[in-house]
Every structure is written in structure tokens, then in C-alpha cells.
């Protein structure tokens, strides 16, 4: 069944285009990123940076994911280069982590949408993000539900990991230090 919201399925299909893993900062949760360690093997210090409210525009000032310290704001993101995401295969220009990607590039460019009072009401494809928003394809939107609620789980644990971080009044903390937190030993 397809209607207009979204509820069952929506109409996209990804052209590949690349815009999305070159152009967009893409925001892993603490969840997301150890599981990326356990899958490369590689610690989190190699495909994380860390960055200011000059550098990523797009996140609201008042997002909790935003880590405090030397009295500036950073917000944890995957690492990239001129050329993209740090996971983006330099030749093919396809993920290199694709099974391990994080939620947030599992959703894009779906946005899910609720009623006033938070209930679910289907999915849409957000209209800012820069993908050209392809409509000939059909997405099933019962899996994109399961990661949505995967998401929100993700998103609670992960505020209370900031809200931890950002208790910390030690002078030599740094925001590379908030990986400590959740990665004890990959
Ligand atoms: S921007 Fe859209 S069409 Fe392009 S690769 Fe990303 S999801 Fe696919
Ligand atoms: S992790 Fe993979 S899907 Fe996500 S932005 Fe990087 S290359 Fe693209």
C-alpha cells in the first residue's frame, strides 16, 4: 500500500549520487561508533574528529549531544577528508563500512513525522538535506520505524553520556576524551 504520509512505505530510491557521503557531516552515536571499532578494528581516534559551532552550522545550539570544554562546544562526527567521509572508498566511491554504517546514514534522507502528541505518523524525505530526492522507488517503512525507535534508544544513552562528560569540570579534559566514556577496550 502506498499513501501520501509515508505510513507504509515511501517512495525514494538512492541514484548513488554521492552527495550525502561527500557533502554532509555525518553524526555517529556512541553506539555507532563502537561498533564500527569492533567491526574495522580500528580505534575511534582514527574516524572521529570533534567539531566547533563554526564548523558544522547545520546542528541547533541547543542539541544535547553538545560537549563542553576549554569553554567551547564541539559535537562528535565522523572524521573527513577534501573528499568525503573517511569510510567512502576513494576509487568506487562506495561505503566501506556499509553493514556497520551509522543509523543516521541507514535514515537519510527520511524524516519520520508525528502528531502533536509524538505519535508516529509515517515518513517522509526531508527537503534540505541536499539529496536530489529521487520518487521512483518504494521504501518499506516498518524497518525504518525499527531504526528509528533504535535511534531514540541510542540518543537517550547517548545524552546521558554528554551530560556525564560535561559535569566533568577538569581542566585537561578534552573532547577526545568523551570517547573514553564508552570505548573501554575495543
Ligand atoms: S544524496 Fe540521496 S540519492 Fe544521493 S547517494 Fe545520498 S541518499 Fe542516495
Ligand atoms: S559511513 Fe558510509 S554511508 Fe555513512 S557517510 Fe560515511 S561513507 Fe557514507
Not at 562528535?76 to 573517511?86: E, F
Request: charged share 30%.
Amino acid at each position: 500500500m502506498i499513501c501520501g504520509m509515508g505510513k507504509h512505505t515511501v517512495r525514494f530510491r538512492c541514484h548513488s549520487c554521492g552527495h550525502c557521503c561527500t557533502d554532509v557531516v555525518c553524526l555517529p552515536t556512541p553506539k555507532d561508533v563502537i561498533r564500527i571499532a569492533r567491526a574495522t578494528g580500528l580505534h575511534p581516534k582514527k574516524f572521529l574528529e570533534f567539531l566547533t559551532p563554526d564548523e558544522i552550522s547545520e546542528v541547533s545550539a541547543s542539541d544535547p549531544t553538545w560537549l563542553e570544554c576549554d569553554g567551547q562546544r564541539y559535537i562528535m562526527a565522523l572524521r573527513r577528508g577534501k573528499k568525503g567521509c573517511v569510510f567512502l572508498k576513494k576509487k568506487s566511491r562506495r561505503c566501506s563500512i556499509y553493514e556497520h554504517r551509522p543509523i543516521l546514514c541507514r535514515l537519510y534522507p527520511l524524516r519520520i513525522q508525528e502528531d502533536r502528541k509524538g505519535k508516529f505518523k509515517g515518513f517522509t524525505l526531508h527537503k534540505s538535506v541536499g539529496c536530489p530526492r529521487y520518487r521512483d522507488g518504494v521504501v518499506e517503512a516498518a524497518p525504518l520505524r525499527k531504526l528509528y525507535i533504535e535511534d531514540c534508544a541510542h540518543s537517550d544513552d547517548y545524552n546521558d553520556l554528554v551530560e556525564a562528560f560535561n559535569r566533568d569540570r577538569d581542566p585537561a579534559k578534552k573532547p577526545k576524551h568523551f570517547v573514553k566514556l564508552f570505548v573501554k577496550k575495543i
